[in-house]
């Protein structure tokens, strides 16, 4: 059986035994119902009103407050003009200027973790025209440097001992606000919520604490596992850095379909508001207790398909990532 898988900006063919079950978002299952596009308004503006565990941004913002957006990066979450990263940010955007924030306290940054860092024209397919031209011009949508120490904070250990540094802006800023997307993740269990905090605002000394094989690919294993080690070690660093920062993240997070719609908008604090996020999010990315195949990115140039056999002796993956030259 050869089977084409989706891979940067094409696909990576592999030949799997005939034996194998084939899982494809969005097919193999359908995806719950997405949120029409003349309802998004309304969905977004009764999450922000309603947000999860903390006060709506309204009560918390007032003049002078500065506030910090966290974007996701162009490797997730769509670009079409009606995208959650759009959409949130105008939503978001009204509520604060409604509440006395100036234009010239608030700042947009990238959190492309040690991905590369996001050029011009990345910055404009993620905000869109309107958004670019009203921020780029004057210096406010910038990219997460994590090579830059000036602007990283070192926030000392978590109780397990993970080191833990911060984006400077994010840390100084009165209200840091997480513009994230809830999809299945193979390690890290869903993206968005303290996954986002943990990966993109910070830097290689932080991140090597968890995107490591021995945390990873433990023998308990399991995909999308909100209760892995690495998904404890997410929660874990972006609860010490609200710990330090004196005040939690505030929260917008997407559920999103196959085709990046939206499926439901959660708002508010991470710790509460990720666990309701999951149980919608499940329904599209839960295979079955006995998966046979996973595609497991290894890096941006190199790719590798675990094989997770109900026959391990036909498994080319160890617990630890080591790949024998099985795939040909």
């Not at 509460?272 to 599209?284: F, L, V």
């Amino acid at each position: 059986m050869r089977l084409e898988f989706e891979y940067g900006h094409g696909t990576m063919a592999a030949e799997l035994p005939d034996s194998t079950d084939v899982f494809i978002p969005g097919e193999t299952v359908a995806d719950p119902p997405y949120i029409p596009e003349d309802k998004l308004k309304d969905a977004y503006l009764e999450s922000l009103a309603h947000p999860i565990g903390m006060p709506r941004l309204s009560e918390l913002a007032h003049k002078g407050s500065t506030v910090t957006f966290v974007v996701p990066d162009r490797v997730k979450g769509g670009e079409q003009a009606t995208s959650h990263r759009k959409l949130s940010i105008r939503y978001i955007l009204d509520e604060l200027y409604g509440a006395g924030v100036e234009k010239k306290d608030i700042l947009f940054i990238i959190s492309n973790g040690l991905h590369p860092r996001s050029t011009e024209a990345d910055a404009r397919a993620i905000f869109g025209d309107e958004l670019f031209h009203e921020f780029w011009p004057t210096g406010q949508i910038i990219s997460h440097d994590s090579e830059d120490p000036d602007h990283m904070v070192d926030l000392g250990l978590t109780g397990r001992g993970d080191p833990v540094y911060m984006n400077k802006y994010v840390f100084d800023c009165d209200i840091p606000i997480l513009i994230g997307h809830v999809q299945g993740n193979p390690y890290g269990g869903y993206s968005g919520g303290y996954k986002h905090s943990a990966t993109g605002i910070t830097n290689w000394k932080s991140i090597a604490s968890h995107h490591v094989p021995s945390v990873m690919h433990r023998k308990d294993f399991t995909p999308v596992n909100g209760g892995s080690l690495m998904r404890t070690k997410f929660d874990e660093i972006s609860m010490h850095m609200e710990e330090k920062m004196g005040h939690p993240f505030f929260c917008c997070d997407a559920v999103l379909d196959t085709n990046a719609r939206q499926i439901t908008i959660y708002s508010g604090y991470a710790k509460e508001m990720m666990p309701e996020s999951w149980k919608i999010a499940d329904k599209r990315t839960f295979v079955g207790e006995n998966p046979n195949i996973l595609a497991l990115p290894m890096t941006y140039k190199k790719a590798s398909v675990h094989l997770c056999m109900k026959n391990p002796a036909e498994d080319c993956m160890d617990a630890y990532g080591h790949v024998p030259p099985c795939m040909g």
